[in-house]
């Protein structure tokens, strides 16, 4: 079982920045690519990014690639998402996922999810 808890949320301007955390625990985080995924009222989950196990392989949606950047920790057992140039559109629910490091895990940016965060709120004022 691997635990995933969110942190950083909250509220910005337009053009603001926020780092949002993943921290892990558990079984071993090493064997776990790490998606961010987000949830606008009204929308759908989509997938925000995603990284592989060992860092090396990242992945990113059309609609945050320039200005989204994540990255890994593996001594922290912790993923980290720099939103840079935030737009109101980026309003929602974060959440962290864990999902079983695969050969196509990265590309599917990270489906199917293992184990779900409970998400931290983001919201960006125009």
């Known amino acids: 079982q691997l635990q995933v808890v969110e942190s950083g949320g909250g509220l910005v301007q337009t053009g603001g920045s926020l780092r949002l955390s993943c921290a892990a625990s558990g079984t071993i985080w090493d064997d776990y690519a790490i998606g961010w995924f987000r949830q606008a009222p009204g929308k759908e989950r989509e997938g925000v990014s995603c990284?592989?196990?060992?860092?090396?392989?990242?992945n990113y949606a059309d609609s945050v690639k320039g200005r989204f950047t994540i990255s890994r920790d593996n001594a922290k057992d912790t993923v980290y998402l720099q939103m840079n140039s935030l737009k109101p559109e980026d309003t929602g629910v974060y959440y962290c996922a864990a999902a079983g490091q695969g050969l196509y895990t990265v590309q599917r940016m990270c489906a199917p999810v293992n184990y779900w965060g409970q998400g931290t709120q983001v919201t960006v004022s125009s």
């Open positions: 990284i592989s196990n060992s860092g090396s392989s990242t």
